[in-house]
């Protein structure tokens, strides 16, 4: 019986045969002999093949006797063949003759081995060569001049023999090691390039994939090319080609993946293109330096890896109001942004329709992807403009330069900001244009808020225009000179409706200290403006203002100290009806949950921390050692509801210090 602490280990009872000794001089010794191997142990035996164990007596001196009984009696000396190999090593091989069970009975000095009788099982079963299991990268191919290895594994396939031969461009030697279990690992080395037959039988018969084409190569003789490898950019989106030239290296199944700028990596397939070459291809997903990796068998091609510059020209953005008209003699400007273009160089060029005359375009740098255009005509008419990135050219961009500087506009009408149903006015004179007419008019992106525009002759060339705004919207102010703006951008009016602002929320009735505060701002009904904030009281407060949607914004504070508030809010730089608006903030109710105390580890002093924690300030701390309490206690009030703590206690072991706010115990 074994046990441990925790009650008996399974199976926890064991039973043992013990046996008499015949003569007793010996008693004992034979249990550390042993007799191991497939003859007694057991496994994969068949008739007519050997059946080996081995018998080791160790150190002891004394008289081995084996006897193997079979299915027809004991065997004969012929079959039984027993030979020293060691000081008390035994090699012992016996044939059987019959299939069936074999008895081995092994004893020294008379006395049984440990584990005497043995009995295995002898099989008839034949070889099947369909069981062979052939596997290993040497099957399919490798590079010339380098060991290529596979395995034979035929445990599964009954007794048989094996017959191999490599044909191919070269002899080839191979070298086997059996593992002496019915496998072998075999190992040949192609010296020449070119496709190699392997050809396996078990018992005569091919084994299951004979026979095997192996390819050997010469990986530094391919040679890759095509616009998938090239310096010149591949563009996202499109495919890009790779060829690999197999005519001097040998044809073998191309390993090629591409390796992103993130680390992201993609599987190319080859196809045949022709006897001697192969063909892939890859579409970049993304811009950025792709690295292509191609290889045979392991081993990189000559080249390879591959650097390829990958660009998206769709990330390329021309922008700007100089796209759309330039103007003479101004600073006409055109933005240009390449982030996400990946690498390359930007390159501009200008011309005059006209006359094909360059025109000075200057390229300004802001940053590594925005650039700036500046150019500034002479005279109006169409401009080209050619954009080219890494080589790239994109479409040409048609500029029409107009001279707006002889359009001369003034009135009241003209301002930023107008109140609404209030009539205004103002005049334009083109005579300085050379156009013989001027189209004025007022639009909004609401089809609903029409202006009507009144048209008054002043003289030849000057008009007086007027107007009111009728509802609280944006409005543009446009010039058109034969069809070309002429107020670029148009010239922007907002009405203003001061009445429609509306505030509301809990925030502007009062507030707790160190709670948020929240109010809102409803300006949708107001027009377009902006809104001007500002807390003024006992402390400084920040004020937060978050337009939620569209014309209504959320306005947030959380003030630090009790007082009454003055809010002030201003639209488009004019005080909102009601403003200020007087908000009362208070200490809310007694919170002792919210009550820190911090730096305890400080001998002699503390902090507690009760900002949030609502209540009037009535803080009660006691501090006691074992047997006394402290001496003396001192809690000073910081002005911001933060308490400094002192105190003095002779016993510095054992600590106890008690928090109380309002009566209540904080946490901890």
């Known amino acids: 019986n074994i046990e441990s602490e925790n009650g008996e280990v399974p199976p926890s009872r064991y039973t043992v045969t013990v046996l008499p000794s015949e003569n007793g001089s010996n008693e004992g010794e034979s249990a550390t002999v042993r007799a191991y191997g497939p003859g007694v142990d057991g496994g994969n035996l068949y008739l007519e093949h050997p059946c080996p164990f081995t018998v080791d007596t160790g150190d002891l001196e004394g008289q081995l006797s084996i006897e193997v009984t079979g299915p027809n009696g004991p065997l004969i000396d012929s079959d039984l063949n027993v030979n020293m190999i060691d000081d008390g090593k035994f090699d012992v091989v016996y044939v059987p003759s019959v299939p069936g069970n074999y008895l081995t009975e092994v004893t020294f000095n008379g006395d049984p081995i440990a584990g005497n009788p043995f009995t295995v099982v002898v099989s008839d079963k034949s070889g099947d060569s369909s069981l062979v299991s052939v596997y290993g990268d040497g099957l399919t191919g490798g590079l010339i001049n380098e060991a290529l290895t596979f395995t034979i594994d035929t445990r599964e396939a009954g007794h048989g023999s094996i017959d191999m031969a490599i044909e191919g461009p070269s002899k080839c030697e191979a070298d086997y090691q059996d593992h002496g279990d019915g496998s072998c690992d075999v190992t040949y080395f192609p010296i020449e390039m070119g496709a190699y037959k392997i050809i396996i039988q078990f018992d005569h018969q091919d084994v299951p994939g004979s026979p095997f084409t192996a390819n050997a190569v010469d990986a530094s003789k391919a040679v890759a090319s095509g616009p998938g490898l090239s310096l010149e950019p591949s563009l996202v989106g499109e495919r890009a080609l790779i060829y690999l030239d197999v005519e001097k290296s040998g044809r073998c199944e191309v390993e090629c993946r591409t390796q992103e700028t993130d680390g992201t990596v993609t599987k190319v397939l080859f196809d045949t293109l022709d006897e001697v070459t192969l063909s892939g291809s890859y579409i970049p997903s993304k811009p950025g330096i792709y690295q292509i990796d191609i290889s045979m068998y392991g081993v990189a091609v000559h080249g390879s890896p591959f650097s390829v510059p990958v660009i998206d020209l769709s990330a390329v953005s021309v922008t700007g109001e100089g796209l759309k008209i330039g103007i003479v003699g101004g600073d006409n400007v055109i933005e240009v942004k390449t982030a996400g273009a990946g690498p390359g160089e930007l390159k501009v060029l200008m011309l005059e329709n006209q006359n094909k005359k360059n025109v000075n375009i200057a390229l300004v740098p802001k940053s590594e992807t925005r650039y700036q255009l500046l150019y500034s005509p002479s005279r109006p008419g169409l401009y080209s403009l050619q954009v080219g990135y890494s080589g790239v050219p994109l479409d040409p961009y048609l500029i029409r330069v107009i001279d707006p500087k002889a359009v001369e506009m003034e009135g009241p009408g003209l301002a930023a900001e107008l109140p609404t149903k209030t009539l205004t006015y103002f005049t334009v004179n083109h005579s300085k244009t050379g156009c013989d007419e001027a189209i004025v008019r007022i639009d909004s992106k609401d089809s609903k808020s029409k202006v009507r525009l009144t048209k008054e002759k002043v003289s030849k060339y000057v008009y007086k225009y007027s107007y009111q705004l009728t509802d609280p919207k944006i409005y543009q102010i446009s010039v058109l000179l034969d069809g070309e703006s002429a107020t670029n951008p148009p010239i922007r009016v907002a009405g203003i409706d001061q009445s429609s602002i509306k505030l509301y929320g809990e925030g502007l009735d009062g507030c707790i200290v160190s709670e948020r505060g929240e109010f809102f701002i409803d300006t949708r009904h107001a027009g377009d403006g902006s809104i001007g904030l500002a807390l003024e009281g006992p402390a400084e407060t920040p004020v937060e203002c978050t337009e939620v949607e569209e014309g209504v ?116």
């Open 553 to 668: 914004y959320k306005v947030c504070y959380t003030p630090t100290t009790p007082g009454l508030f003055n809010l002030n809010v201003n639209f488009s730089e004019k005080p909102v009806e009601g403003s200020p608006f007087q908000i009362p903030v208070t200490r809310g109710p007694p919170d002792a949950s919210r009550v820190k105390a911090i730096n305890l580890e400080a001998p002699g002093r503390f902090i507690v921390d009760a900002r949030s924690a609502g209540g009037s300030g009535l803080l009660q701390v006691g501090v006691t050692g074992r047997f006394y309490p402290a001496e003396f206690i001192s809690v000073k009030h910081n002005g911001d509801f933060t308490f400094a703590v002192t105190y003095d206690l002779l016993e510095t072991e054992e600590l106890t210090i008690s928090v109380k706010w309002h009566g209540v115990e904080i946490e901890n």
